[in-house]
């Protein structure tokens, strides 16, 4: 059993396809059936007795500040989080990292996942039935991680959190910092560099119920898990255009982000009442498409 030292929690995206809540407060401080997300699971981490929490922040990295102060989190900054994907934050947290467990800071749990004490490494997952787009998983006889494939069906799939022991830890960050300055690796997720490097980085699944874990990645599936969002978001943005259109909210519908040819999001399409539309975040203007 490995004594857990502490939790990474990985906060610095812009979360652009939540549009447009992400646009006018991190994902992780949405409200979700009476709780902040993120404090919700600073709460369970805190409840299983681990020590340390280390937050790491990037977009819109003032909004966590109060974190520090009413939690006792630590703040690590992911400067590079609008060119790199998640391995900045990985590299962002690399002093902290021994046996630590690797947290999404927009997963809802309905039950307390976290645990002082752990066996090994592994990667939590769910079982899809049917078709998947998500990181399909393949295990051993032992349970390790054989494969991990990029869509499939009828397979466990990497959703939610992960726990890397010291020599885990150890072992990634020794490939991290050798392909770090690749170009390839800015684009790469940390589960892509493990999954390069299975022989060296030993990891089972940890197995869960479908509904253990939640993740929301636009409004609309919000909206499914937290009725109350249909009728009322708190985005002002949302607020402004059912106003203009005369429309409730819960009318404003499949919210896709627009980005400039930079990659930097501009503003999101939306349809209501079968009409499509698209709102530019500066100007606050709004057409028919």
Known sequence: MYRVDNAVIMAAGTSSRFA???????????????????????????SAGIPQIVLVTGYQKEQFAYLKDKFGVILAENTEYL???????????????????????????????????VEGSYYAAVYADGETKEWCLKEDENGHIQSVQVGGANAWYMLGHA??????????????????????????????IFAEHLGELPMKIRKYQSDDISEFDSLDELRIFDPAYKA??????LADIAGRLGCGEGELKNLVPVKDRAGYVTGFCFDVLQQAYRYDYESKAMRRL
Do not use: H, M
């Open 20 to 46: 447009p809540l992400s646009y006018e407060r991190p994902k992780a401080l949405i409200t979700v059936k009476g709780e902040v997300l993120l404090e919700r699971q600073i709460r369970q981490i805190q």
């Open 83 to 117: 060119s790199r994907n998640n391995n900045g934050s990985i590299y962002a947290a690399r002093n902290y990292l021994k046996n630590s467990y690797i947290c999404s800071s927009d997963n809802y749990f309905t039950c307390n996942p976290f645990e002082p004490e």
């Open 232 to 237: 009322k978001s708190g985005s002002v943005i």
């Open 163 to 192: 726990f890397w022991t010291e020599t885990f830890s150890q072992a990634f960050l020794s490939i991290l910092e050798r392909e770090y300055e690749l170009p390839r690796t800015r684009g790469l997720f940390w589960e892509n």
